[in-house]
């Protein structure tokens, strides 16, 4: 609003002096009584003329010139229409409105390219009545419209103006580019007549909304409908202005930004630190030794340069930088070069490794297949057995061996997929997963990579980490990883992935399917004795700054350590206490106090206190059911009691001591297989009905599950029914069906070894375990008789006397029996 004409107003004021405001008072658009009935009809194009308005006009057409210089040469007056449509080059009678204003021209100017200017000034409406002639201009018959504005003091008039007054200085302060002379004009129109037809005439809206204007004859009307147009105009401004206000501050902000880069740069100059700027162009020179995939060049660079346009204080920067240092410091076809001889390899794997013969065989022979077939994509090794028996350390040696880099993951616990497979960068703090931190800390492409413990990583809601192992570990996938954070594939191909696991039954299956298990069974005491000197002593004396003579051990108390302080398969537990023995030893070197070189039994039992660990002893045979069995757990083997015991009843069967489903059907299965055969076995059919039988296996709160206890179950259960006597210093171990096989179980070498822990002599086995006898050593073997079979009644035959147990108990099947029968 105002502006345009305002402006062009000026202009013409400077340079010519022509404008001036008109008088309202002197120019009563009602007040005209010399204008004709016929004038000729001036369109315009852009604007609509109002009563008391004084505008320039530039005349471009050739019938408008002609027009004008007529009208001025006579009266000097024209009715001024505006045209519908912009656009029309000539318009005719249709193309105008048919209400306009009669304008007199206060002045004609022919500029010296032959362009007209008029200024015209406007002075009454009227409408059109008739046309008279349309050559050669139009020429029309008009009626003047009165317009009705109330005249005088009125509250509502004095309302109006000031309403319509203060929303036109609104306008106006909105709008700073307006000269403030249209402020002065505004405040010296007291009239609403002129005030309505200055302010619609000054209106920044479409010539059909003025033309709208223009046509109301009711002046208090037309005056509302104005104040409504500038009140709509008031908030398109002042959104406007909120836009460029925010606009403005931002680049505000923005100049803020720069000017606190500046200020760190100058910081950072006379601190001696690099720029950011400098900081990036090392980081791409660094990019351009790396022997990555173009692809990944390309991304690096791109991420450099998104650096660049960064504000280093900004939160994304140093997420940024972290990502880029992260591509840098990642081995890209990195390799260490492989040493394949075999023979080096298997020194150092016998060097490391006490025993294990079977199991560094397996492995050599693994590197001999790798070694023909010079690629990766064979199954990967899964060494399986109890804790502390070297599976971990024996992969580190296998990275000794290849001269390869080794890294090492834990699974245990593991459970959401993110730590697998990384966080997109999006999140806060996001990492990548750890198996490219792992790669990253190899600093090589091809290191040996444990995994750790993978049948304990389990699954839930945040999603499947063994689906992500199952994508590292197939050869086929695993040359395109992809970690969320990394955003780029990683090539895993060329990784000896290496698994270790204490159990099999809680590998996913598939993961299981991917992978060669080796068993590595836990350790005699000969071997644990063995190790400790060849292995564990020497290490801990290292690890506690002594020499090899400074002290040494004795070898009962070795054993004693191993009996009477640690009961485990492997030799975890066996080196941390050899290390408290030794630790104890180097305080009273350094402290130069009298002690023993060489440790004994005593030295033991001084330096680690009370036995721990009752050795696990046969109890004798004298109570009939009490029967031993041989257990495996994770732990390593275990010898457990089987006691049964009858009471008067009717035939009730009770199982206590936490037993499995499994070890309650084997129970099951042996009373079936007692009843088929108690001729046979010379046991009366009435006790099975008239005593209640209870089975309980101690130690209870230690949950017990499997069918390898089936044997010794029966066994329990004929001598409880026979009351005679169990083999001394007997085990056994072995499933039954009910037809009275003998089947083979598993754990038999962990089984042996507890056994033999426990002081029993001979053991019952399944005829079709034999061969996990035969490879275990046999001289830690040899005073053990074992006895195999292939049926319940050699099992019977082998472990039932014939005596009875002292005092033994007498059947009594009178009163039960009649009450039974009542
Ligand atoms: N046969 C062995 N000869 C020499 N040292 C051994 C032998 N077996 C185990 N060790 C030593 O015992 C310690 C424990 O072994 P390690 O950590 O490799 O056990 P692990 O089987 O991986 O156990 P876990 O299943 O708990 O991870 C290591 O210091 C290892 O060197």
């Not at 505004?186 to 003025?210: M, P, R, Y």
């Not at 346009?309 to 900004?314: E, K, V």
């Not at 270790?500 to 069974?521: Q, V």
Request: charge should be neutral.
């Amino acid at each position: 609003m105002f502006h345009k004409l305002f402006l062009s107003e000026l202009v013409q004021e400077d340079s010519e002096g022509l404008i001036q405001l008109i008088n309202p008072e002197d120019e009563d658009e009602n007040q005209v009584d010399d204008i004709p009935e016929d004038v000729p009809i001036l369109p315009i194009r852009n604007t609509v003329l109002f009563p008391g308005v004084v505008i320039p006009i530039t005349v471009g057409r050739q019938k408008s010139i002609k027009l004008v210089k007529k009208a001025y040469q006579g009266d000097r007056y024209v009715g001024v229409i505006a045209q519908k449509n912009v656009q029309t080059e000539d318009p005719g009678v249709d193309d105008i409105y048919r209400v306009g204003t009669i304008a007199r021209i206060i002045k004609m100017l022919v500029l010296p390219d032959g362009n007209t200017t008029i200024i015209i000034q406007g002075k009454s409406r009227f409408e059109i009545d008739s046309i008279i002639k349309e050559e050669p201009y139009i020429t029309a018959s008009v009626k003047l419209l009165k317009s009705d504005f109330p005249k005088g003091n009125k509250k509502e008039i004095k309302a109006i103006i000031q309403s319509l007054k203060d929303s036109a200085s609104k306008i106006l302060k909105l709008n700073p580019e307006i000269p403030q002379e249209a402020q002065m004009a505004l405040d010296n129109i007291q009239d609403l007549g002129f005030l309505t037809h200055f302010l619609s005439s000054n209106l920044n809206a479409e010539v059909a909304d003025k033309q709208r204007l223009l046509e109301i004859n009711d002046g208090i009307k037309r005056a509302t409908l104005l104040l409504e147009f500038m009140l709509k105009e008031i908030q398109l401004l002042e959104l406007k202005h909120d836009i460029q206000k925010k606009v403005h501050t931002d680049i505000d902000q923005q100049q803020r930004d720069y000017y606190l880069r500046q200020q760190i740069k100058v910081m950072q100059d006379e601190l001696g630190f690099d720029g950011p700027d400098q900081e990036v162009e090392e980081l791409r020179l660094k990019g351009e030794k790396k022997n990555w995939p173009s692809e990944v060049g390309k991304h690096f660079n791109k991420e450099l340069d998104k650096i660049l346009r960064m504000n280093p204080a900004a939160a994304e920067y140093p997420v940024a930088m972290n990502y880029v240092e992260l591509l840098l410091e990642l081995p890209w076809n990195e390799y260490t070069k492989d040493n394949f001889d075999l023979k080096r390899a298997r020194k150092i794997l016998d060097k490391d490794h006490f025993g294990m013969e079977k199991v560094k065989e397996r492995i050599i022979e693994y590197l001999a297949v790798l070694k023909l077939k010079q690629d990766m994509k064979g199954p990967i090794l899964c060494l399986y057995g109890p804790p502390g028996v070297g599976k971990t350390s024996l992969g580190r040696s296998i990275a000794k061996a290849l001269k390869r880099k080794y890294v090492r993951m834990s699974l245990g616990g593991v459970h959401d997929e993110a730590e697998i497979r990384g966080h997109r960068k999006t999140y806060v703090g996001a990492l990548p997963g750890k198996l490219i931190q792992n790669i990253k800390k190899a600093k090589s492409s091809n290191p040996v990579f444990i995994l750790d413990e993978i049948d304990k990583v389990s699954s839930d809601f945040r999603g499947d980490p063994a689906s992500a192992l199952l994508e590292v570990l197939d050869p086929e996938q695993n040359s395109t990883f992809a970690d969320n954070y990394l955003e780029l594939e990683y090539d895993l191909s060329k990784v000896l992935f290496i698994a270790t696991a204490n159990s099999l039954e809680t590998i996913h299956p598939a993961l299981r399917d991917r992978m060669e298990i080796i068993e590595i069974s836990g350790y005699t005491q000969e071997e644990k004795v063995e190790i400790s000197k060849k292995h564990l002593i020497p290490k801990q004396k290292k690890e506690h700054g002594l020499k090899s003579s400074d002290v040494t051990f004795h070898k009962k108390a070795i054993e004693k350590v191993i009996d009477g302080y640690t009961r485990e398969s492997g030799v975890r537990n066996l080196e941390r206490k050899l290390g408290s023995v030794i630790r104890h030893a180097a305080k009273s070197i350094a402290m130069e106090e009298e002690f023993n070189k060489t440790i004994t039994v005593d030295e033991v039992v001084k330096i680690l206190g009370a036995e721990i660990f009752d050795k696990e002893l046969y109890q004798g045979n004298e109570i009939a059911g009490v029967v031993t069995g041989l257990a495996w757990t994770q732990v390593g083997g275990e010898i457990l009691f089987i006691e049964s015991s009858l009471s008067k009843g009717k035939g009730k069967l009770t199982l206590s001591g936490q037993l499995g489903d499994v070890m309650k059907e084997s129970a099951m299965a042996a009373i079936s297989y007692l009843r088929a055969n108690a001729d046979d076995l010379n046991i009366d059919h009435r006790a099975f009905d008239q005593y209640d039988l209870h089975v309980h296996v101690p130690a209870g709160a230690v949950p017990k599950d499997g069918p390898s206890a089936g044997i010794t179950m029966l066994t329990s259960l004929a001598s409880i029914y026979t009351q005679r006597k169990v083999k001394e210093k007997l085990a056994m171990t072995g499933e039954i069906t009910l037809r009275g096989k003998v089947l083979p179980v598993g754990g038999i070498k962990e089984k042996i070894l507890a056994a033999k822990r426990a002081g029993i002599k001979e053991i019952i086995l399944s005829e079709r375990n034999k061969r996990d006898i035969s490879e275990i050593d046999e001289q830690y073997i040899k005073d053990l008789k074992i006895h195999y079979v292939d049926t319940v009644d050699e099992v019977l035959q082998v472990a039932l006397l014939k005596d009875k147990v002292k005092g033994h108990m007498k059947f009594d099947f009178t009163d039960t029996a009649v009450n039974s029968n009542n």
